[in-house]
C-alpha cells in the first residue's frame, strides 16, 4: 500500500512539475491613429514607424525569428517515466516468505517502475546538430531583421511619395481656386460689357464655358486632395476617418541635395551595395541555407538516448510465471540504426536551398544596378524640366514665368480689344496647363529623389 501511494505521488509531480499558466497575448494592434491638422514630411515619418501596419507584420516575423532561435538553441528536456503493474496470477499466501507481521502483509503482487531518459540531449550537444541549428537559426534572424529594414525602406518611400501627391494636390487646389476665382470676375466683367452691347452672345458664350471649366477644374482638383489625403493616412495605418489634414507645401520647393550635386552612377552603386536591406538579407539567407546542409549531413549521425531506470515490486510467493520484480537499477541506451534511410532527400533540398538563394543573390545584384540606373535616370530627368520651368535664377523667368507673362499682356491687348477672343483663351488656357505641368513637375522631381534614396538605401537629403 506505501509503495501504491508513492507511486501515485511520483506520477502527480510529473505531470505538474512543467505545467505554467501561459501569460495573456498582448493587444499588438495600435490604437485610432489621429493626424495632426498640419502634417509635417518627418510627422509622418514617425507616426509610420509607430504605427504603419506593414511594418508592424514585418516587427512579428522578426520576433518569430527570434522564437525560431530560441527553440534551435533549446536543450532538450529530460522523460520521466513511471509505470505501475499487477501480476494477476501471483500468490502471495502459497509462499513461506511472506509472513504476516505487525498486523500487514509483506507480498504484493504490485510492481512499480521509474525513468529517467537525457531524450539524447548529451548527443544532441555532443554531435554538434544543436550548434549547427542555432547557427542556421542565427543567420536567418539576420536576415529577417534585414528584411524588417527592406520593408521600411520600400515602405518609406510610398510614404514620401505620397506625402508629395498630398502636397501637390493642395498647390493644384489653390491654383484652381484662383483661376475659379479669376473666371468668375472676367465672367462678370463680360455680362456687363454684353448688356452694353460691346460684345457678342457668342464671345460671352465662350467665356461662360471657360468658367464652367474652371469650376470643374476645382472640384477634380478637390478630389484629387481627398484621394491623395486617403493613401497617405492608409500608410500610416489610420484605420478610422480621416480628416482634412494639410501638409507643407514647402517640401516641394526645388532644391538640389548637396549628397546629390556631384553624385554619379557608379559612387551611388557602390553606396547601394554597401547599404541595401535587402541585397544584404540575401547574403545572410544564403550562409543560412549553407549551414541548414552542414545541419541535413548531420543528421545522419543517429541520436543517442541514455537512460536510467528502476524498479521494485512485490517478491516470494508463487506464481505460473516465477517471482516478481526485486528492487533493480539498469542503464541503458537506444538509438535508431540509420539502415534504410540517411537524410538524402534533407540533404537535397538543403542543396537546391542554397542554389536558390545564391541565384536570388546574383538577381537581387542586377536589380540593385538597374533600380540605381533608373532612379537617377528619373532624378536627372526631373530636375532638367523643373530648371526648365523655373528657368536660371540670376536671368529669371522659365517657362513658367513666359507663360503666365504671355497670358497678362495678351489680357491686356485683349481689353484694348487689340486681339481676339480665342487668342485670349489660347493664352489662358496655355498659363493653366502650365502651372499643373509645374507641379507635377515638382512632385515627381521630389519623388525621383525619393525612389533614388530607397534604390541606394540611404537618405540622400541629410
Do not use: D
Given at each position: 500500500m506505501h509503495g501504491r501511494k508513492a507511486f501515485a505521488w511520483l506520477v502527480l509531480l510529473a505531470l505538474v512539475v512543467l505545467a505554467a499558466t501561459p501569460a495573456a497575448a498582448d493587444d499588438v494592434?495600435?490604437?485610432?491613429?489621429?493626424?495632426?491638422?498640419?502634417?509635417?514630411l518627418d510627422e509622418a515619418l514617425r507616426i509610420f514607424k509607430t504605427t504603419g501596419l506593414d511594418l508592424l507584420i514585418a516587427d512579428a516575423n522578426v520576433r518569430n525569428a527570434e522564437g525560431a532561435l530560441r527553440i534551435a538553441g533549446a536543450i532538450p528536456n529530460p522523460v520521466f517515466s513511471a509505470s505501475v503493474g499487477n501480476a494477476f496470477t501471483y500468490n502471495a499466501g502459497g509462499s513461506a516468505d511472506c509472513a504476516v507481521t505487525t498486523g500487514s502483509v509483506s507480498c504484493s503482487p504490485w510492481i512499480y517502475e521509474i525513468g529517467l531518459n537525457d531524450n539524447a540531449a548529451i548527443s544532441d550537444s555532443v554531435s554538434g546538430k544543436r550548434y549547427l541549428r542555432t547557427k542556421v537559426a542565427r543567420t536567418a534572424l539576420a536576415a529577417a531583421k534585414m528584411n524588417r529594414a527592406d520593408a521600411e525602406r520600400t515602405i518609406t518611400l510610398q510614404v514620401k511619395t505620397a506625402y508629395a501627391q498630398v502636397a501637390r494636390a493642395e498647390l493644384g487646389l489653390k491654383f484652381a481656386k484662383e483661376v475659379a476665382q479669376s473666371n468668375g470676375t472676367t465672367?462678370?466683367?463680360?455680362q456687363d460689357r454684353y448688356k452694353a452691347g460691346a460684345i457678342q452672345e457668342g464671345d460671352l458664350m465662350r467665356i461662360e464655358t471657360q468658367k464652367l471649366e474652371s469650376d470643374q477644374a476645382l472640384d477634380s482638383a478637390q478630389g484629387a486632395l481627398d484621394d491623395?489625403?486617403?493613401?497617405?493616412a492608409f500608410l500610416l495605418g489610420v484605420r478610422g476617418r480621416v480628416n482634412a489634414f494639410d501638409v507643407d507645401e514647402k517640401t516641394l520647393d526645388y532644391a538640389v541635395p548637396l549628397a546629390l550635386r556631384d553624385a554619379t552612377v557608379t559612387g551611388l552603386l557602390r553606396s547601394a551595395f554597401d547599404h541595401r536591406p535587402d541585397l544584404i538579407a540575401i547574403?545572410?539567407?544564403?550562409?543560412?541555407a549553407e549551414a541548414q546542409i552542414a545541419l541535413a549531413r548531420r543528421q545522419r549521425v543517429p541520436d543517442l538516448n541514455f537512460g536510467i531506470n528502476y524498479a521494485w515490486g512485490g517478491y516470494g510467493g508463487t506464481g505460473t510465471n516465477g517471482p516478481l520484480q526485486t528492487p533493480t537499477i539498469t542503464f541503458g541506451i537506444s538509438l535508431a540504426l540509420p539502415l534504410f534511410y540517411q537524410q538524402q532527400g534533407e540533404v537535397k533540398q538543403a542543396q537546391a536551398a542554397y542554389d536558390t538563394t545564391s541565384l536570388e543573390h546574383a538577381r537581387a545584384t542586377a536589380q540593385v544596378v538597374n533600380d540605381v540606373s533608373t532612379a537617377y535616370s528619373d532624378f536627372a530627368t526631373a530636375k532638367r524640366l523643373v530648371e526648365r520651368m523655373e528657368g536660371p535664377r540670376r536671368e529669371g523667368g522659365g517657362l513658367l514665368e513666359s507663360a503666365k507673362g504671355a497670358f497678362e499682356r495678351i489680357a491686356l491687348m485683349y481689353e484694348k480689344s487689340a486681339i481676339s477672343l480665342t487668342d485670349y483663351l489660347d493664352a489662358l488656357r496655355a498659363h493653366i496647363a502650365t502651372r499643373a505641368e509645374y507641379f507635377n513637375d515638382l512632385a515627381n522631381y521630389w519623388s525621383s529623389i525619393y525612389a533614388l534614396e530607397a534604390a541606394v538605401g540611404v537618405d540622400l537629403r541629410k
Open positions: 494592434i495600435p490604437g485610432a491613429t489621429e493626424l495632426p491638422q498640419t502634417l509635417t465672367l462678370k466683367k463680360f491623395a489625403r486617403y493613401a497617405l547574403g545572410y539567407q544564403r550562409a543560412s
